[in-house]
């Protein structure tokens, strides 16, 4: 299965479309630096955090 960062990169010309000062070789770096499960937990704690910080200011605010 392609990810939408796969198939941008196969397009004719991609890497036109990235600034100046950006290639693929360096998105890559990033893009394979984690797993799918270990992006996903990133997620899962990003949401946690939050809705925790959002319900606090629910019980400040009253």
Do not use: W
């Not at 010309?13 to 693929?24: H, M």
């Amino acid at each position: 299965m392609m990810t939408p960062y796969d198939k941008r990169k196969s397009l004719p010309g991609a890497e036109t479309c990235l600034k100046p000062d950006l290639s693929f070789a360096m998105l890559d770096e990033v893009a394979y630096a984690l797993s799918a499960n270990q992006v996903a937990d990133h997620l899962q704690k990003a949401r946690r955090k939050l809705f925790h910080t959002i319900r606090e200011q629910n019980l400040k605010s009253g």
